[in-house]
């Protein structure tokens, strides 16, 4: 487990050990390899596009296992550039950890990376003197403001065509600094000298500066957790989520965006100096209820919206006004298993979704059909009306029924009833492969106990002692897109 | 087209026909916003330039090939 840590608030020790770690990686000539990793890659392969973000997230978490290497201890990590505390006068610049700028010529002359004490290297790998900064003289005088990231930190969607330098809604373009605020880019430019050419991991603080972007890309995932990377496919080779990434060895972990995008799997923990709002809950529509009007006031942005189905039956989602709307529909009870999604099935442009709709609690995500515009619009859920059609029944020791998952998502729900404690056996049968659970008892909400393959073949089977009461048996495929017959049935013992 | 020639810093920048770049006789591969009318190179890959002779100026000034810094 790496712990990053604001690189101002590390304590002597922890400074310590961080620039003894470097030193040690440089004397081993592990440093200057990482060095050449960046400057002999594609630039517009790791810049510039949407795999930026994650083969630097490689790159430091690469970097930091040698770290915890050379100093034995696993949960060191690279500190990051907090730059919005993060200027000339910060303490991360003092002698114990980064020294600080360069004098009139450029040259460091202070810190452990100071000229005599360390040596820069060329992209072929020849020593090419000493570290060179020149603090905001490069053409970017001041570092990124808290309110520069927040900013940042509201653009959606991942990315977006061209997938370069143009993009635009594009959060990795933005943080990478080509357009909006400018994060990362500035931390380079600020810095100047070592920090300008691709040669740049010369400087210790590349590391700190892309631990800031790092950080920044797993706070915005956090409160993201429905954008995911872009593209998923048919952008450029090397780009999409499944390529590998350039310059990217084999190691500890893939080298394909996809490897790297759960920092907390890569055993990444950042403390919580930075603190960025948390999400906020998705505004409730209430079944029946007129429309609630909303807006997408940002190119490129998505609303959400969460309803309650307090019983099974059939449901209409829809929007009204004049925007093009595109509604995607998620659960139940899981806001990332998407049932269905609708561009023009209702009046005019607005989307429509007509589904059955089982007990729980369902997202709604709307953003407008072309990325490049805004608009106002009102979106509500109704119910469609009619009884509310019967739970099947299933009888202990009786018949099976027969059903099947028809479309993506759906799950089938059954009742029945026990007068007797005892052990009771509920099991599928069939070609499906089905995933059961059980819930109550007398309440279809609380789950008790949930099955994937315990029957025969792929089947679902659940045995457990149960009192008396009414039971639910919930039945889905395992998986979201898979559909099938099956039969299902309740036993004694 | 226009032919440009100059030392700075110590490296002789020549630019041939407006987009034939050298530094001290080598070839400089770069690329050209033409939306945004900027220059950059995968020396400088931070930052884009105004003009093909600002990005020459600068590779010549921050990219340990060209630069002279002594300890």
New interface residues.
Partial sequence: MAIRKDANTLTAAERAEFVAAVRELKAEGIYDQFVLRHANAI?NAI??APAFLPWHRRFIFDLELELQRVSGNPNLGIPYWNWPSGGANASMWNDDLLGGDGDA???VRTGPFR??EWT????SGLP???L?RAFGQ??LPALSTQADIDQIMAVIPYDVSPWN??SNPSFRNQLE?WIGPDL??RG??WV?????????P?DPVFYMNHCMVDKIWHDWQVRFPNQGYLPASGGPFGQNLNDPMDSTPSGQVGSRPIDVLDSVALGIQYDDAIVQPPPLPPPVIVVGAAPTPADIGAPGETDIFQFEVSAFGPHTMFTTGPSDTFMTLFGPNDPTAEVASNDDGGENFNAQINRNLSAGTYQLRVRLFSPNTTGNYAIGVRSDGGPVPTIPELVVDGGSIDASISAANESDLYRFQITAQDTYTIQTTGTTDTFLSLHGPNNQTPEMASNDDGGISSNAQLRLELGPGEYFARVRHFSPLGIGSYSIRVTRG | MANHKETFEGCVIEIKDDVNLTINGKEINYEHDRTNNKWSSRYLPYTKYNSLLELARAIVRDTVEFSHANE
């Fill in positions: 630039m810049h510039r010529g450029g040259v000229a005599g820069v290297i060329n992209a090419a003197g000493p060179m490069s053409g330098t143009s600094g990362h880019n380079h430019v100047g000298g070592s920090m300008l050419p691709m040669t740049s010369n």
